[in-house]
């Protein structure tokens, strides 16, 4: 069995880079996906503020063929990209690269859909003062999506948990990496029990985490 110290280093060394993973891939995902979704909303043909067909069906036919690629293949089919960005395929720094881009679609839908649930009453007395779609947009669609956006990007953020454990299969580093070099190959249980733990320890802190955020987003409206 390795050493309680030394299991303790590989578990906190993997957690700290899933961590970091997780968290730049989530905020480029978003800068992504805030704009897709929010296109995608307004230009809704039956219920957008600002409807665009033609905009609207190539948006979501893009959203649609990225959603449908399984990570391992879209991550390997942009390990050019990776190269190109940052310099190397493997690694921490490298799957932040697609990791951010299989999100993308994700966290899109997901604003879609919260912007969507605005009751469309609002939206209709915002126009009638005469405000922009812009104002509209920033002042009222966001603002009134507060809380459904808390728990979508609560979900995403547990999704890329789930990717980034996955990415450890094809040198992605993190608890992945961890569980499948060290635990897997290596015949090592005590290993691979630690990063499972530790990524469902992560799971429900980022769930109660984000479920105590929306109910307050709730409570203020």
């Given amino acids: 069995m390795i050493a309680v110290n030394k299991l ?22 978003i800068l992504l996906g805030l704009p897709l979704g929010i296109l995608l909303c307004i230009s809704n043909p039956d219920t957008g503020i600002h409807p665009r067909p033609v905009l609207n069906q190539v948006l979501t036919r893009i959203v649609n063929a990225l959603r449908s690629f399984p990570f391992i293949i879209l991550m390997i089919l942009l390990f050019p990209l990776s190269r190109i960005l940052i310099g190397t395929s493997i690694g921490t720094a490298a799957t932040i690269v697609p990791l951010s881009i299989a999100a993308a679609p994700f966290v899109a839908r997901i604003i879609e859909s919260a ?12 126009r009638s003062m005469g405000s922009s779609i812009m104002q509209i947009i920033v002042k009222v669609l966001i603002p009134e999506a507060l809380p459904s956006l ?29 569980a ?11 290993v691979m029990a630690a990063a499972v733990i530790v990524i469902l320890v992560l799971v429900e802190a980022i769930q109660f985490a984000g479920t105590t955020i929306s109910a307050r987003l709730m409570g203020r409206r």
């Fill in 115 to 126: 912007l969507k649930e605005v009751d469309p009453g609002v939206v209709q007395a915002a």
């Fill in 180 to 190: 499948i070099r060290y635990g897997y190959q290596r015949f090592r249980p005590d």
């Fill in 150 to 178: 808390a728990d979508g990007i609560t979900l995403t953020i547990i999704n890329l948990i789930g990717y980034s454990a996955m990415a450890g299969a094809i040198g992605g580093g993190g608890l992945g990496d961890l």
């Fill in 8 to 29: 303790l280093l590989l578990v906190s060394v993997a957690t700290w880079q899933t961590i970091i993973m997780v968290l730049l891939s989530t905020v480029f995902s």
